[in-house]
């Protein structure tokens, strides 16, 4: 229940995912007057939107949640392997109530514009609600994936069927027995729902632009025993995420793909390929994700799998992926999404060979036929990362809005604050680990550091912290040059911002792993915030 609150704030906090309700949760501990604005009817974020069938997440359930109270994690369980959408949303509500988060959560209410006052020196924070509140402090729990985009075709207005978006589904659940259904998208939200699609629809169409590499997830119920030996020593585990490259502990190596025999390079992919993880094959060798020969190989081998899967060799063609590295594109988990195309009343569209033309009142028109169907799917993911940033009216320093800041590409110090915008901090913002991490151990390494900021800042009667250009200009040539080294900024990806049409071409991430990165940001905190500027 929500609780009757001042209009004048120590912390705003913008979402109520899983960062912003830990946000809350750590200000709380620190006695700041903190509250959090929701768009959505209730907790959850990402797993609030993503309902369709078959959302999953792709980081083992154990790995993806909270670390900060090992009284959560002994008493909560999880069932399998993978967590469905379901059940994580039942772990943040249940968060949520455990401690008693709700009343400093104002739901349904989006902040639609950010104004800060350099005299007063805090923010002002206007929803659609008609609600303005002052904030010393603002944190942006946004999220990185969580303004869907529409795939960018004349004529959606016109369809007679029903529609709808991955990322915005019915939460009453929409039932497609004897359908014909058309999904328009092969991103990981395609290849989660298509198989259960399949499932239910009379025929399905499959739209498919890029193909993607997608591995055998290997979901199962988790045992007993494996459970209760995670319980038993979950703070050895979660000392080994934090120091590890993508939030999950992987095996060192110090092979490159190309320095091994085929058949031993072979037997190590399908040993990642038998794990069902998304980083085994990948951190099967040194160089994957920085030498194309290298990647070459992994690419090939999972392509060699799709050709064994896919019964048309037309089919298993149009669904290898040939114009990105394997990696640099999000990799897709899956159960039985190859195997689905073998279906009777499944059928793949390549778009590479037959652009989309628009949407017509029927169906979809290609550059080469109509199709008719009664219902569509987009699966066509994201603005990402800065999407939802940018669709607030930020003004920082000199009312310069945020958009225009970012007008050439994100530009940010850590990924956590951005010069002229002084008090605001962004939780796996843009040029952070973020996208390329377990979400859970970045959100809350994040979370940790703002904290112990604004801890510092109130023991030091410090009213003001803003990064200074020079530090922030420092960062972001230490991304793009980490960057640079990888195979990452040669895809058409949406950490490049290519998947939205005009974005400026820019890798997003940080990609030097989430431990280096954690002890960068432990090191700037510990020489009194260096790189930034404080005002007492
Ligand atoms: P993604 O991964 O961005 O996938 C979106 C898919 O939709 C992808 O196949 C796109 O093709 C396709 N798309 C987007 N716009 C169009 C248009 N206009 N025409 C045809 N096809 C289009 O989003 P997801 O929701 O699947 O996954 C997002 C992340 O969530 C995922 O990476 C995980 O981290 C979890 P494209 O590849 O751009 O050619």
Not at 175 to 183: E, N, P, S
Not at 240 to 252: I, K, L, Y
Request: hydrophobic content about 35%.
């Amino acid at each position: 229940m929500s609780k009757s609150h001042s209009n004048r704030l120590d912390a705003a906090i913008v979402g109520a995912g899983l960062a912003g309700l830990y946000q809350l949760y750590t200000l709380r501990g620190l006695g700041l007057s903190a509250r959090v604005f929701e768009a959505g009817a209730d907790v959850g974020g990402t797993w609030y939107w993503n309902r369709y069938p078959g959302a999953r997440c792709d980081v083992e359930s154990l790995s993806y949640s909270y670390s900060f109270s090992p009284e959560l994690e002994q008493e909560w369980t999880w069932t399998e392997k993978y967590p469905t959408q379901p059940e994580i949303l039942s772990y943040i509500n249940h968060v949520a109530d455990r401690f008693d988060l709700r009343p400093d959560i104002t739901f349904n209410t989006r902040v639609t514009s950010m104004v800060y006052d350099e005299t007063a020196k805090q923010w002002q924070v206007v929803t659609d609600t008609g609600e303005s509140v002052t904030a010393r402090f603002v944190i942006m729990a946004t999220g990185c994936l969580s303004m869907s985009k529409a795939p960018e075709v004349p004529g959606i207005e016109n369809f007679r069927g029903t529609i709808h978006h991955t990322g915005q589904w019915p939460h009453e659940g929409v039932d497609f027995t004897g359908k014909r259904l058309g999904v328009i998208g092969t991103g990981s939200s395609g290849i989660q729902s298509i198989p259960i699609l399949a499932e239910q629809a009379r025929e399905l169409t499959v739209f498919q632009r890029t193909p993607n590499f997608s591995m055998p997830a290997g979901n199962r119920p988790l045992e007993d025993s494996e459970i209760a030996d995670m319980k038993a020593d979950y703070r050895t585990w979660r000392k080994a995420q934090r120091e590890s490259a993508f939030g999950v502990p992987t095996q060192e190596t110090t092979q490159s793909a190309l320095e091994v025999s085929e058949a031993e390079r072979n037997a190590a992919y399908q040993a990642g390929w038998d794990k069902g993880n998304l980083v085994a094959i990948l951190g099967s060798y040194t160089d994957t994700l920085t030498d194309k020969a290298a990647n070459d190989t992994a690419a090939e081998f999972i392509r060699s799998k799709i050709r064994e899967t896919v019964a048309d060799p037309e089919t298993a063609e149009a669904l290898s992926p040939r114009s990105f590295p394997f990696g640099t594109k999000r990799p897709c988990l899956d159960t039985g999404y190859y195997e689905t195309f073998n279906k009777e009343h499944v059928r793949l569209v390549d778009l590479r060979e037959t652009p989309l033309v628009d949407i017509t009142e029927r169906g979809v028109r290609t550059s080469e036929r109509d199709y008719e169907f009664d219902s569509l799917v987009f699966a066509t993911g994201f603005d990402a990362m800065t999407g939802a940033l940018n669709a607030i009216d930020i003004r920082g320093k000199g009312g310069v809005t945020l958009t225009e800041k970012w007008s050439e590409g994100p530009r940010s110090y850590l990924g956590i604050a951005i010069a002229g915008f002084p008090n605001l901090f962004t939780i796996t913002g843009p040029s952070s680990p973020s996208v390329l991490s377990n979400m859970m151990v970045s959100i809350e390494q994040h979370v940790d550091w703002i904290t112990d900021c604004l801890s510092h800042l109130r023991e030091r009667g410090i009213v003001e912290i803003e990064p200074t250009d020079e530090a922030e200009q420092t960062w972001v040539e230490h991304v793009e040059e980490i960057g640079n080294a990888t195979l990452y900024p040669t895809a058409d990806s949406w950490y490049m911002g290519s998947n939205v049409p005009g974005k400026p071409r820019v890798f997003m991430a940080y990609i030097g792993g989430v431990g280096t990165y954690r002890q960068m940001c432990d090191e700037i905190a510990a020489k009194d915030y260096d790189g930034f500027s404080l005002t007492a």
